[in-house]
């Protein structure tokens, strides 16, 4: 039987897409802010693997027994984003603190914003399945 949930339609999975990867965004910014001042830190960014993959050149591993551990790579391609240095901001540590500060609120806007059409998208389904309009 065909597993049937709120996640099977094409406006949910992406809805949960975009959860999935500004979660992702937040904790990033998360960390590159608790580690602002920290000597040797090198500050991360979440991009997206698709493109990562087509700009170096899109490196195939193959598994050749069924029990050997998934790479990082193969991880990332299935989540469709991964962290990568950020090296501009590296390269303007006078700007780091503000820009990571806005990155932090974009991510939690976005993340506010998907969480609240995925709730009224329950509700509407909820409100369907019991026939009280």
């Given at each position: 039987m ?11 999975e ?6 999935d ?11 590159n ?7 040797g830190?090198?500050p991360?960014?979440?991009?997206f ?14 598994k050749?027994?069924?029990s050997?551990?998934t790479s ?5 391609a299935?989540?469709g ?8 901001a590296i390269a303007?540590?006078d ?15 976005a ?16 409100t ?6």
């Amino acid at each position: 039987m065909k597993n049937v949930g709120i996640t099977t339609d094409g406006a949910a999975e992406r809805l949960k897409r975009v959860l999935d990867v500004t979660a992702a965004r937040q904790r990033v910014a998360a960390r590159n802010l608790g580690n602002v001042t920290t000597e040797g830190y090198e500050p991360k960014k979440v991009e997206f693997s698709d493109e990562l993959a087509q700009a170096s050149g899109k490196v195939k591993i193959q598994k050749t027994h069924k029990s050997h551990l998934t790479s990082a790579r193969e991880a990332a391609a299935a989540r469709g984003y991964t962290e990568v240095v950020d090296m501009e901001a590296i390269a303007n540590p006078d700007t780091r603190l503000e820009q990571t500060v806005a990155e932090l609120a974009d991510a939690e806007l976005a993340y506010a914003t998907a969480a609240k059409l995925m709730a009224k998208r329950t509700q509407t389904l909820r409100t369907a399945i019991s026939g009280q309009f």
